[in-house]
């Protein structure tokens, strides 16, 4: 979907850049406006928290891809994000490598993690999965207690 975007934006550049007077060469058209973080903050964007499964990454996808068509930002910075985010190997140094990995963590473990401040990726990833296993974790024994409260609660009441 998002190269179709790519694709559609390109030719809409050229077909712009083609409409200049005269057979001289085409110049390239610059965006009308550029779209800096604090504008696409101002849209809103939903945080994906990792839980929600496919269909939950589906519905974010679709919604952060709205969020970018709304905010005006170009296409391309959104498709240059994702390389970086995914191609971390390609990072110059193993700071950027964890910053990086960090910035796309839950937010119910991102200051745990950063305030850690781990060295190396694999030091990232490990202290991100124990914590978020401690989460869950406490997230499963509370839900438990809670139903079991609610049956006790339930069993005084008849």
């Not at 928290?49 to 919604?63: D, M």
């Not at 971390?88 to 700071?95: G, I, M, Q, R």
């Not at 964890?98 to 937010?107: A, R, T």
């Not at 989460?135 to 809670?146: F, G, P, S, V």
Request: glycine share 6%; hydrophobic share 30%; net charge negative.
């Amino acid at each position: 979907m998002i190269d179709r975007e790519i694709q559609r934006n390109t030719t809409k550049t050229q077909d712009d850049a083609s409409q200049n007077s005269g057979g001289g060469p085409k110049r390239p058209v610059q965006p009308a406006c550029v779209c800096s973080y604090t504008d696409f903050m101002k849209c809103q964007p939903l945080n994906f928290k990792g839980t929600e499964g496919i269909v939950g990454l589906s519905y974010w996808l679709e919604k952060i891809e709205s969020v970018f068509h709304i905010s005006g930002c170009a296409i391309d910075n959104q498709r240059f994000q994702e390389l970086a985010l995914m191609c971390t190997k390609f990072l110059a140094d193993e700071d950027e490598k964890v910053d990086k990995y960090i910035s796309g963590l839950p937010d119910n473990i991102h200051g745990n993690v950063m305030f850690a401040r781990p060295k190396t990726l694999d030091e990232a990833i490990e202290l991100a999965n124990d914590l978020m296993d401690q989460k869950l974790c406490t997230y499963a024994e509370r839900q438990a207690e809670n139903k079991r409260k609610l049956d006790n609660n339930n069993h005084d009441q008849q």
